[in-house]
């Protein structure tokens, strides 16, 4: 069975930094997509951030050039290092697995099989 768990999210002042890290498990596909989601109250969960078995990364214009996606292969965890954030970076940030290469709607909430319960980040001016 797939679990993925997320940690260190919390509260930080605007300016501020925190990594983000998904622990996967049980899932040992040689290719995959695996991507940061993020959700506020009533707003639809929006992708921020993928990366592809082969290395490949991508970044939604509200995040790039201060968030960095990462994966560790030895521990199967998938990290995001948040930079600079601002407030309205405020939400819930939830990993995901796609057991397949997503081509063009990688940041398509329901093309992705599993999902972590998410971690809350709270950005205060």
């Known amino acids: 069975q797939v679990r993925l768990a997320e940690s260190g999210g919390g509260p930080v002042q605007a300016g501020g930094s925190l990594r983000l890290s998904c622990t996967v498990s049980?899932?040992?596909?040689?290719?995959?997509?695996m991507a940061w989601f993020r959700q506020v109250p009533g707003k639809q969960r929006e992708g921020i951030s993928v990366i592809w078995s082969d290395g490949d990364i991508r970044y939604d214009d509200s995040v790039r050039g201060r968030f960095t996606i990462s994966r560790d292969s030895t521990k199967n965890a998938l990290h995001l290092q948040m930079d600079n954030l601002k407030p309205q970076d405020t939400a819930t940030y939830c990993c995901a697995v796609a057991p397949r290469i997503l081509e063009v709607f990688f940041f398509s909430s329901t093309d992705y099989n599993y999902w972590g319960q998410g971690t809350q980040v709270t950005v205060s001016s």
């Open positions: 049980g899932f040992t596909g040689t290719e995959w997509t």
